[in-house]
Structures are given as C-alpha cells and as structure tokens.
C-alpha cells in the first residue's frame, strides 16, 4: 500500500504528470501575460485560448530528428536532459502544498529543507554547463561559460534573500516558515525588499531577459542548447518550465505565506500565488531590454547582494526586536 | 589573445555566402572587407531588354522595403526624357506615397535595431505601429509592399476624400506614438547603453567616402536630397532635414526619429493640399535620344538613377545606385577598430537593404592567417558580452 | 551659385581641356573632359566646386568606345563629368586619391565592362562570384547570356 502510495507520489501528484500540467500550463501564462503586454495575442489557436500550446510544442519536439554530434561525449549528452529533468521534478517534491503534516517530518518536509531546494535548484546550472561543454561546439561552451559566470552574480543575492524570512521564522523547514507567516501575516511586510531580490535573482536563473546572454537569440536558441534537438531538446524546455514553477513556488512559499486552508483551499493557493510570481517574473521580462555579461555580475554585486545584506540586517534586527 | 572559431558541425559555410571579412586581433577589428554579389540580379542588363513601362515593374523589384524609390526615381527620369510634365494631383498622390513609405521603413529599422538590441518590446511596439502605415498603403494601392502606382506620366489609383480622412486619421495616432518611442529611446538606460558609441564615424570620414542618408546625417552632415535637389513637390512643402552630432548608432537612431516626424508633417501637408485635376497624362512609347539623371531620397539614403535613350522604347543604359552601396565604404571605416561583438549592430545601423538574411562573416586572425567563419546571430549573441568599452558606451550623453 | 555661374567658372578653370558644357536641365550640368585630364578635373571639382560627394559611376558601352560618367553631386548642382575611351585600350586612371568613396564603383566598372582602371588600390572584383569565368564582361553590348550548365557540388556529375 506504501509503495503504491509512493508509486503514485512520484508519477501522478506532486510527481511527473502534475509537473507536467502545470509546468506547461505556467509556461502559457508567462508567455500568454508576455504577449499581451507587447500587444501581441500569444498563443490562441491550440486548445481553448492556446492552452494547449506548450503542450503542443513538446509533443512536435518529440517527433523531430535527434542528432548527436560525433564529437560529443555521447553518454553525458544523452543522460543530462533526464538528469536536469530528474534533479528539478524532486526539487519539486520539497514545496509544501498539502501532502505535509505540520508536526510530522517526512521525506518531503523536514528541518532544512528549504537548503537542500536551494541546492537542488542550482544544479540545473551546472547541468546545463555540462551539457554545453559535451556538445563540443565552441558556441555552446562559450554559451555554458556564460551560464557560470551568471550563476557567480545571482546565486548569492538569490541565497540570502530567500533565507532572511526563514531566519525571522525561526525554522529551516518551508511548512514551518510558512506556517509563522500565516500566524502572523504582518511580517511579510518588512521581507518585500528580499522579495525583489529573489525576483530578480529568479529571473537571472531561468535566464530570462534581462539576462538571456547564454542564449540571447529568438531566432535560434543558441548557447548551451545549440547542438540538442528532438527529444533532448522537449526534455531541456520541459526542465526549464519546471524550474520555473520551483522557483515561483519556492518564493510564494517563503515570502507569500505559503498555502494554507487544507487540499483543496491550499492547492488553489498554491496556483494563485505562483501564478503571481510569474506574472512578476513576465513584467520583468517585458520591460526591459537585454544587459551585458559584465553588467549582470556588476549589477548582482554592487545592487542585489547589498540589498539582500540590507534585508538581512533589517530581519535580525526585528527578530531581536520581536524578542 | 588569438582568436579562432571553428567552423561548426552544421557548416554554415556551404549554406551561407560569405559577406564581411574581417581581420582581427583578440577583440577588435582591424580591418574590413566587404564581399558583395550574391544578391546581384543582373538588372541593369536586363533593363536594356525591356520597354519604359516593363522596366517601372522591374525596377520596383529592386529591393521590398524601398521599392517605390526606385520606381519613382525611374519614372521622375523618364518623364523628363520624355519632357512630360505630369498633373499635380498625379505628383502628389506619388509622393505622398513616398513619404508613407519612408514612415514605414523608418519604424521597421527602429523595431530591428531594437532587436539587435535585445529591445524586443520595443521591437513589437514599432511593428505594430508599421501595420497602420502598411493599411493606409494597401488603402491607397492595393499592396502592402511593391505599391505599383507609379506610371509614365503620373500615378494608377486616386484618393477619395474618405481615403484622405484615414490617411490624416492614422498620421495623427502615429505621431503620437512616435514621440513617444523618442522618449523611451532618450530614457531607457540599458538600450542607450548598448548604441552609445558604437560605429563610430567622423563627420571628415563621412564625407570623403561619400556616405549618404541618416548614416551621413548621423555624422552633422546636414544633406538632404529633397531639400538641396528638390524634385517634384518638396520645394513647396515645409519641412526640415533631421540630424544628429554623435556620429554613432545612437545619432542614426535620432536621426530616424526626427525624419519620422517630418515625414507626419509632410503627409499632413500633401493630403491637405491635394489640388484636384487628372492624375495622369498621357506618354509616348518611345523617349527622344538623350540622358538623364535623376536623384531621390530614399529612406535609406540618395537612390540615384542615370538614364540614357536613343529614341527607341528600350532604354540604351540604365545605371541603378542605391543607398546602401554607397555606404559600404562607410561601414568599413566603422567596422575598423570597432569590436567583433560590434558588428552586428553597426552593420544594421546603416539600414543594408539587401538584408535580413543570415550572413557569414570570415574573422582572419592577423597574427597566425587563421580563418574562422561565424554567423550573425552567434555574433549577436557575443555582442552581449561587452570589454572594457563598456563604461564609455554607459556614460555616453543623449545627443538631443 | 547658379548654372550659368557654374558654367562660366568651369569655362574658366579649365579652358581647353573641358571639350563639352551643356547644361541640359536645371541643375544638371555635363562636362566632358579627355581621359588624360580626368583626375586634374576632380581634383578641380572637389577643391573649388564642393564636390566631395561622388554619387555613382556609371559605365556605357557607345560600340566603339566606352563612355564613363561620373556623377558628383555639389549643393548648388549636379556635375556630371564624362570620358571616353577606346574599347580597345579600356584603360582609365583611377580617382581613388582624390575620391576615397569612388573603389567600389570602380570595382564595378572593372567587373561589368572589362575597363582596366589604372592604379586601383583594390583590384579585386566586387559583383561576379568566385567561379565566374574570366573574359566575360556583362555589361557589354556584345555580351549574351547563355545559361550555364547546371553543376551540383558534390552531386551527380
């Protein structure tokens, strides 16, 4: 009975088939909430208000060619779509949406969770490295070197933000940050300068512009997926989709209080706040326009992991306060 | 630092033809060559083989964004061959057609150097705004692009008097809306940052490369041909010529924005002035022996046409100029001591004509003769990634 | 500065060597000069009459001879500067010093009508591609297109 019950964690709900939906769904709305605000329709024809479009896009990526470089490291090309997708699939396992119990730790909800989230999302940079470094075209690794050298500017504004609200709830475990948050909503408040780190920061790991250096192209998505095509290629986006409801869902956990209210009070939440997350990260990538390389490190060091210490004195501050 | 690329595993070398030559040490430029022909039609010899009339169709197939500047050019030739001297309503529903053509190249160049940029709002916005040209123009002719409304003699179609309401209609909306791209342009940080600077060219070397349009504009050269050669209706319209002092990408994009905004006025003033009579006169199938030269300013530049005839209905010689030749020396000299991660936007600042498709570009390190061949669009990825040169481009000032 | 200003100037300036001055239309004055005194003469124009700016170059062939023009635009008018040469001694100085601008039509000259023009700094051809083979002048009047036959790189032979 267990193990169908695991059986079922990881394929149906909060495992592959969810991710699936919901990642796809969530890549609708960002492109749908982009599009509309360069009066633009977005997608419209597949399914009822294009709906269906990601999904689409997926399924005609299947069924195209998949071709291997000969220089490439054929066992690292082809296992590191599986393993990005893998490494974000059990990021996801980590979000508290309602299969925790508060004052039972389990496998997906126990003290120090939220490091081994942050840790799971930084992964997929280094997947992605490495997939452009065994692609051996010179394109991708110069793409991959741009990867790293992003990850040196946002992982710490990104690593700080996110902990400041953990260290004024006083617990390293999401369901418990998000439980304090919900017992005492007015200390969301002083956390909205962290929040706007972590957004930005976001956007920097899903590599979204302002800073889409690594593959700056929307004619050709160049950089570390140059030489991937076919099923790789679904497998790369599906990751990416799926990092991207990780991250949103990490920040609403963190910095919106959660999803209180039970399964299916807590589930709806859990869409609306993500969903808002997103829309954040969209407006973002709207407005502005494409930074440079050494911008994007300048930018973290000098704006975001100042503000991100700020936001950490202004929490510890307030904790010895609250005392 | 040597630099190579490789050629890649897809071998664009056998898809794409090679176009720019460059050699390079570590970073920058040191030299440029321009490798042109792949485009070349062989127009000017097949328009010794067609009539007066064939060749308006022939040469408005010369480019798609610029092409009632040649046909106009042509047809402003050969009616003064044929001393013809066309009806005023002709001549303005002509030129009226050529300012709207200017409008919509104007923001197709805007919403592209946006996207060099990586300004993709800024992209969409612009584009979006060219449909509203491009239905005036379809309105007024039939078309979106290749208008077709020039004749020997005068123009095709006519404008009624609500087509002259819409046409005032959309020049307002747009008007509005191009102000304030001069706005965004003048405040957005990140994408002043990235033109600032780049492509440089002194208004000393504009002049003795011969360069034309808002490249030369860009550079305080303040030549127009509309205002020093005025053809046709210009000398009664009132409208000045637009310039810019930064000599970089930056005063090509104000420059751009001024002769939009010029262009709205003389739009206003054509369709309000629109004198009735005949729009057409009639002409005779052959032109009296004789040559001509006939100057236009198209959006790109000076489009220049010489045209000789010996009394038949073929021409003898057709000689076709367009802008974008004259300003490849000029690239050149901007590519020079320019940045690899450059090119891109410099080679969209002149506005090429024969473009949008992908271009090989041959790096030759000066040191070891390698050569690598690269493509634009990894190239404009790389132009991402900025040298120290960044914080000149950063702190350059808005040339208002 | 008017037309006839113009006119009388060039009349001036260069006496004998301007063989031809008409002036056809507004703002449209033709100028012939004999190949010899050709870079004397643009040098001339650019110095005195403000013509640094060289809109084109254009080639015709007239059957025996070719006639070269070229085109200089001057703020007050366009001076149109032609020469002739023989088809069999095609040979032209080249103006490249005084007129930096003027390689490529140059290159274009030497592509389409075979001119050779003397002391080019860049003699390498611009519109014909790399396969194109020697001899063939386009532009010319005797000059047919035959359509080649058709090669497959690396296709069947």
Known sequence: ??????????????????????????????????????????????GRFGLLQPIADFVKLLSKEDVVPDAADRQMFNALPVVGLAIVSTAALLLPVWNFDLAVPSLTSFSGDIIVLLYLLSLPTLVMFLAAWSSTNLFSTVGGARVLTMLFGYEVPLF??????????????????????????????????GFFVAVVAVQAKLERTPFDIPHAETEIVGGTFTEYSGKKLALFRLMLDVELVVSSGLLATVFLAGFPGGALLGFLQFVVKTLFVIFLLALLRALTSRIRIDQVVTFAWRVLAPLAVLQLLVVILLKGFLK | MKFQIPIGPQHPALKEPISLRMTVEGEVIRDADIRLGYNHRGLEKLAEEKSFLQDIYLTERICGICSHSHATCFVQGVEKLMELAPPKRGMYIRYLVSELERVHSHLLWLGVAGHEAGFDSFFMYTWRDREIVMDLLEMISGNRVHYAINTIGGVRRDLDEGQKAKILEGTATLRARSEYYFHIGASEPSFVARIAGVGRLTKEQAETLCAVGPTARASGITRDVRKEDPYAVYDEMDFEVGTADSCDVLGRVVVRVKELLESYKIIEQIVRKLPEGPIVVKAPRKAKPGEVVSRYEAPRGENIHYIKSNGSEKPERLKVRAPTLANYPATVEMLRNGFIADIPLIFAAIDPCICCAERAVTLVDVRSGEEAIVRLSDLRRRAAERGPNAVLKRNAPWPL | MSDADIIQGLQKDLGAKALELTNPDRRRIFLKVAPADLVAAVTLLRDRYDCAHLATISGVDKGETFEILYHFASRAANINVRTEVPKAAPRVATICPVIPGAILYERELQDMFGLVVDGIPDARPLVTPDDWPAGNFPLRKDWKYERPEEKIPGGKP
Request: hydrophobic share 50%; proline share 6%; charged share 15%.
């Open chain 1, 160 to 193: 700080l933000s996110v902990l400041s609200p953990a260290i004024l709830a006083n617990s390293w475990r999401l369901a418990e940050i998000a439980a304090f948050y919900q017992r005492r909503p007015l200390l969301i408040l002083p956390n909205l300068l």
């Open chain 1, 1 to 46: 009975m267990a193990a169908l019950r695991t059986l079922l964690s990881i394929l149906v709900y909060p495992g592959i088939l969810f991710l699936f939906f919901y990642s796809t769904f969530c890549e609708w709305f960002d492109r749908k909430a982009y599009a509309r605000l360069q009066n633009r329709m977005g997608p419209t024809h597949t």
